[in-house]
């Protein structure tokens, strides 16, 4: 939840782009994979970016969007290119009262035919978050960072448990970042309906959630940034975790007492150790 004097357009334009750019640097998003979403319900006024204007159906009904503003990736795009022309790599949705239909608005120099194929994850996210806690204010990034994915095909880190208790080990930092740990869903075939609706449960109960054999996905209600660090958290933990394998498992990790310590100063709860 955000409070006043709220992000303008531009501000949001360069955020997303600024977040697209962290993302690729840290090796999250080859070629075109990833997106991007931020929802907004503050009045935006697109059309001096975005004068473009089509009516469109949305993926599903979200009556609790009616009003909101959506940036969201064109299919196909570059998080990384975003940042040098945000209006060519991005569109703006407004949500009509409803929830049924909204208005696209694109520039002329938009470089996509639809918007990201992964849009129905990230407004059925939007959509449930702002139900449960009403935030004005809520991002949502889709990344496929490396060392996450690889640990994801390895059977044994398929275990929510498993996952959490070894990677949330390496750094004081990574419990106070990520206190309900990662949540973990089974591969199931992008876009589809069976992954929104298991992404959207995971979500409720985690700030980040791995997409077993394929990536994450991350949300905040504070800032665009604040989701990338997340995605970068997660990252970082299974880096130390892929070096610890290929380093013959010599690392101790913080014992289950370390971390007990840690949260009791820094006032943290969390259920894994
Ligand atoms: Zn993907």
């Known amino acids: 939840m955000l409070d006043a004097p709220f992000p303008e357009l531009d501000d949001l334009l360069r955020s997303i782009g600024e977040a697209g750019r962290h993302v690729a640097a840290i090796e999250a998003s080859e070629g075109a994979a990833g997106n991007i979403s931020v929802c907004v319900r503050w009045p935006i006024e697109p059309r001096t ?6 009516a469109i159906d949305l993926p599903q009904v979200v009556p609790e969007l009616a009003g909101a503003c959506l940036l969201v990736t064109g299919s196909g795009r570059r998080l990384r290119e975003i940042i040098a022309e945000p209006t060519a790599n991005l569109a703006c949705i407004l949500v009509e009262e409803g929830g049924r239909t909204g208005r696209l608005h694109t520039s002329h120099h938009r470089r996509f035919e639809r918007v990201t194929s992964e849009f129905n994850s990230h407004l059925a996210v ?19 960072p490396i060392h996450l994915t690889y640990l994801s095909h390895v059977p044994r880190y398929q275990d929510a448990t498993y996952l959490n208790t070894h990677l949330l080990r ?5 419990i106070v970042n990520l206190p309900e740990g990662l949540g973990f869903v089974p591969f ?11 992404n959207i449960e995971s ?3 985690h700030r980040i959630v791995v997409w077993a054999k394929h990536g994450v ?9 604040r989701a990338a660090d997340r995605v970068e958290y ?18 101790e990790g913080l014992s289950g007492d370390e971390i007990r310590a840690i949260c009791r100063t820094f006032d943290v709860q969390q259920s894994f150790f």
């Open 126 to 144: 939007h959509q449930d978050q702002i139900r449960i806690t009403g935030t004005n204010f809520h991002a949502v990034i889709h990344a496929q």
């Open 170 to 174: 390496w750094q004081p930092e990574t």
């Open 234 to 251: 997660a990252e970082t933990a299974a880096k130390y975790e892929y070096l610890d394998l290929a380093a013959g498992g010599g690392g």
């Open 188 to 198: 199931i075939v992008p876009g589809s309906s069976n992954l929104m609706a298991a």
């Open 217 to 225: 996905m991350a949300r905040s209600d504070v800032s665009i940034k």
């Open 49 to 54: 970016r975005f004068p473009v204007v089509e």
């Open 203 to 205: 979500l409720r109960r």
